[in-house]
């Protein structure tokens, strides 16, 4: 969550958050482009993300790594593809990607899934979840935005389904700050390193990637 220090100075979480979106806000188009493509070769080269299921996902926007080139890819493959809806409470629901044009502007930049919504539990029906991070560190400690809607999804996820957060490469870290509230993810992917398997995080068949 947002919040400031005892003294009312910014958080150690709100600083961190500026520095990490300053440098996003600085990344040209061709970059994204590139990691776009590497986030989904990455992911479509697990045979049990890419055949079929349903996986929990979003529709990247502004300088995070790009996610559009893997939602239309699992989409064409047959995957059912869950998409965001932000709520006013600060939860998630859910509603399924069916191309392009099944999505509409929702402000902020953001495009969010126009059919039927399935709830804030949908995530518990997922063979994995995506998840936007700022930062991650090797405990899987993950670094939102600070409105917690992440936070709260995470909590219906399957025991047995990995979250799998996508960011830069300079922003998988050694260590970020963690409260009780915090939901890790079970892996990271970052554009230079691949996949990583992190602490003792769940994964399909075992470790999986290193």
Known sequence: MNGTGGDGEPSEKDRLREGFLARRRARGAEERARIGSAVRDTLMGLPWLAMGGTVACYYSVGGEPDTRKLVTALWKRGTYVLLPVFLPGGELDWAAFDGPDSLAPAGHGLMEPTGHRYGPGAPARADAVVCP?????????????GAGCYDRALAYKGPHSPAIALVHDDEFVDSLPAEPHDRPVDAVLTPGGGLRVLGSGVWPGGRGPA
């Open 133 to 145: 991070a700022l930062a991650v560190d090797g405990k899987g400690n993950r670094l939102g935005r």
